[in-house]
């Protein structure tokens, strides 16, 4: 029983009396493009729709002009039932406690999506559930017929419901283990074939990333998570984003989310709750939660982990400038805050490059042939950098040892150095400094900036590690664990025996003296650091 619902069109005619027709056609089509809901007064049934995906069809179903009926009570005036997809008529009856013949539209939930996402009215014979009269299909409409034999990937999605009670939907408490199983499940972590790890694959993707809509969005969530030191959901939402980006098409359904590697049912209703509204109410609430905003901010201060940040919020500080005038800094925390704003600021990777030029001159002049070349992001191409990494070494195999502390001191002489963060961190026969440099000339921020001094057998492994992207060097990381190798920035090693995540025996160091040899022993296909940008 289709019952007559409001008709805005024959009113909008009326008033557009005088207009032109040109003028007449477009509104015409404005305002039914606005309201091509208005046909719909619906009951969802919610059995095996996730929550979130239930309060978008309703946000969505109203914003057009239909009505959503948040009870069950009777089919009177309801033009539809919508059911999730595999949910069948002797189902829905069941739970709604039906048994007589129902006079209404009883449809699949894929086609409201279709609807919201086309913007119109779609016919919903093939989405249609039919009370059957006899075991025969022959009663069934062909479309019926058709989508029970062949289901397409939009109604496959799995009955997640088939072991929970028919009003039961899955509860946010296994969110998390959701998503963890998301990450355990990437394919590269079962299969011994290594084209499919990451560190194997080309982080350039033949297409823009057309899904950026909704990977902003997801990008806004992993850094919530990683301020309140939620790791795992902050790497699942960032295995979520890289999926996407290389994603060539855009998301048109909750399936088609559902059935890329590594995003579950918890992140697809996200990614459809982004795609069909624009928006993410999980995002919403994050920011109008003024303690994950303080926490953000307070992470945000260089030296200043979710476990200091959440000390402070605790102490009563909620701005960076309680936490200048009354909180307890360490030094690098002092710099962190008075540098707060230019630290936030990514560079144009033009300027590092110019940073790049001030450090390798003065090498040069310190130490003839000495090497020194920026890794990190600016290597991998990006178009701006959080910091410059500047690695040092020298061919001869010895020189480099002189240099740290002579080229630390000149560049500090000349002012370009102006904070030290960690002064020199040794591990191994490697040296790190970690500061903050500013380019001569009005107008000019200061950047942080890491110089890391290497012996020249150990360049080919600090130039791949240093290069990265971070997720690549963990999946270089896991698939030497395959192998039994290991790799760090030092050095590759064979016949690495390990029980648990103890290390029994260290291994035998393979010479790796270029990145090249580091990719031919791990027997995958060079990539240059612009296709590890993952
Ligand atoms: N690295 C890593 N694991 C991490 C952090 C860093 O393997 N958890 C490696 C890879 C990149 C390199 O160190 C430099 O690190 P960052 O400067 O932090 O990263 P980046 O890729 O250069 O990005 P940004 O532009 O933000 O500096
Ligand atoms: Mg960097």
Not at 373 to 378: D, L, R
Not at 414 to 429: H, R
């Amino acid at each position: 029983m289709m019952s007559s619902k409001r008709s805005s069109s024959a009113a909008q005619l009326k008033e557009d009396g005088h207009s032109s027709k040109r003028q007449r056609l477009e509104n015409n089509s404005a305002c039914s493009e606005a309201s091509f809901l208005s046909t719909l007064d619906i009951y969802i049934l919610p059995a095996g729709i996730q929550k979130a995906r239930l309060a978008v069809f309703k946000t969505q179903v109203e914003k057009y002009g239909g009505k959503v009926q948040d009870r069950f009570c009777s089919t009177a005036n309801l033009s539809h039932i919508i059911v999730e997809d595999n949910v069948d008529m002797p189902r829905m009856k069941r739970i709604l406690k039906l048994d007589s013949s129902l006079g209404l539209k009883v449809v699949k939930s894929s086609w409201l999506s279709l609807c919201l996402q086309n913007k119109k009215l779609e016919n919903c014979e093939d989405y249609q559930l039919y009370e059957e009269t006899s075991d025969s299909n022959d009663f069934l409409p062909k479309a019926e017929i058709a989508s029970n034999h062949n289901k397409s990937v939009e109604l496959s999605r799995p009955t997640v419901t088939s072991n929970l009670s028919d009003y039961e939907s899955s509860d946010d408490n296994d969110e998390q283990k959701n998503e963890k199983t998301a990450i355990f499940n990437v394919s590269h972590i079962k299969s011994p074939q290594t084209e499919k790890w990451i560190c194997a694959q080309s982080s350039k993707s033949p297409k823009p990333n057309i899904n950026k809509h909704i990977t902003d969005k997801l990008e806004e969530m992993v850094k919530t998570y990683e301020s309140t030191n939620d790791r795992w959901r902050a790497l699942g939402y960032q295995k979520a984003i890289q999926t996407l980006r290389k994603h060539p098409k855009e998301i048109s359904s909750w399936e088609e989310a559902k059935s890329l590697p590594g995003i579950g049912t918890r992140l697809a209703d996200k990614i459809w709750e982004i795609a069909q509204s624009g928006e993410l109410r999980k995002l919403k609430e994050f920011e109008s939660d003024e303690e994950l905003q303080v926490l953000k901010m307070f992470t945000n201060v260089w030296g200043a982990g979710p476990h200091t940040a959440q000390v402070w919020y605790q102490q009563g500080f909620r701005t960076i400038a309680d936490l200048q005038q009354k909180a307890h800094l360490n030094h690098q925390q002092k710099v962190g805050i008075r540098l707060y704003d230019d630290f936030l600021d990514r560079m144009p990777r033009e300027e590092a490059a110019e940073i790049e030029r001030v450090v390798k001159n003065v090498a040069e002049s310190i130490q003839p042939g000495i090497i020194a070349e920026i890794c990190g992001s600016y290597r991998r191409g990006q178009a701006t950098c959080g910091d410059v990494d500047v690695l040092i070494t020298h061919p001869d195999g010895k020189s480099h040892k002189n240099i740290f502390h002579k080229l630390l001191a000149k560049l500090k002489e000349s002012g370009f150095l102006t904070d030290d963060l960690v002064s020199a961190e040794e591990t191994g026969n490697q040296k790190k400094y970690m500061g903050v440099c500013r380019l001569p000339g009005p107008n000019r921020k200061h950047r942080r900036i890491d110089v890391i001094v290497v012996p020249y057998n150990e360049y080919g492994c600090a130039l791949v590690y240093f290069t990265g992207s971070a997720h690549f060097n963990r999946s270089l990381r896991h698939l030497c664990k395959k192998q039994n190798m290991s790799l760090n920035e030092h050095a590759l090693k064979q016949g690495v025996v390990r029980k648990g995540k103890e290390k029994i025996h260290e291994g035998t160091i393979i010479p790796t003296p270029t990145e090249e040899d580091v990719f031919k022993v791990l027997k995958i296909p060079y990539r240059p650091p612009e296709e590890r940008d993952h």
